[in-house]
């Protein structure tokens, strides 16, 4: 299964809303995960189930979408926020596959 | 607290062995599956493929299938990536991560990586 993202990269300013898309080659179910990595750090679990927010993940991340489409929202981005974000299937293996993923940087 | 340790980074030769490695703590290593993600430099995530250590069930990548080996050891609750002739295409960053659920899932919980430099 292949990973699509987009767009590649997002230029938007602190408390603007962001809007992060994954479409999958075929159905995925709601096995999508979506992950942050910032420089220099392993990633981190953000969304799992396509909408369940993981341990400790601020309620302005949110996430929608089955089958093959996804949608990664953060409502009001934080300085914090500006990373790099991966999709990743996991209902077909292997592999569980990433997309590409989508730098959220400042304009 | 649930924590993965990896190994420190190495640079070997090309045509070198290399084994590196990833230490669970604070929970069941035997029950959840273990999985390797390669990062190349700026690129992106990568999956390698899975073990699970209580019967030693391994997955992998199509990509990576014979290309490396993915074991683990239950007695240290370590878990293991190996290569026996490394290339220098193999110069990236290694994570390790926990992988929730038995039979599928995300990775929950990283390894702070493993940098590999293979170069001559």
Known sequence: IVMT????????SPGERATL????????SINLAWYQQKPGQAPRLLISGASTRATGIPARFSGSGSGTEFTLTISSLQ?????????????SWPPWT????????IK | EVQLVQSGAEVRKPGESLKISCKGS???????????VRQMPGKGLEWMG?????????????SFQGQVTISADKSLSTAFLQWSGLKASDT?????????????GPF?????????????
Not at chain 1, 5 to 12: D, E, I, N
Not at chain 1, 100 to 105: A, F, I, L, M, S
Not at chain 2, 92 to 104: D, I, P
Not at chain 2, 108 to 120: C, E, F, I, K
């Open chain 2, 92 to 104: 990236a960053m290694y994570y390790c991560a926990r992988q929730v659920g038995v039979a599928s």
């Open chain 2, 50 to 62: 899975v073990i699970y250590p209580g019967d030693s069930d391994t997955r992998y990548s199509p």
């Open chain 1, 98 to 105: 990433f997309g590409q993923g989508t730098k959220v940087e």
């Open chain 1, 79 to 91: 300085s914090e926020d500006f990373a790099v974000y991966y999709c990743q299937q996991y209902n």
């Open chain 1, 5 to 12: 993202q987009s767009p590649a990269t997002l230029s938007a």
């Open chain 1, 21 to 28: 898309s994954c479409r999958a080659s075929q159905s995925v």
């Open chain 2, 26 to 36: 604070g929970y069941s290593f035997t029950t959840y599956w273990i999985g390797w």
């Open chain 2, 108 to 120: 929950d919980y990283w390894g702070q990586g493993t940098l590999v430099t293979v170069s001559s």
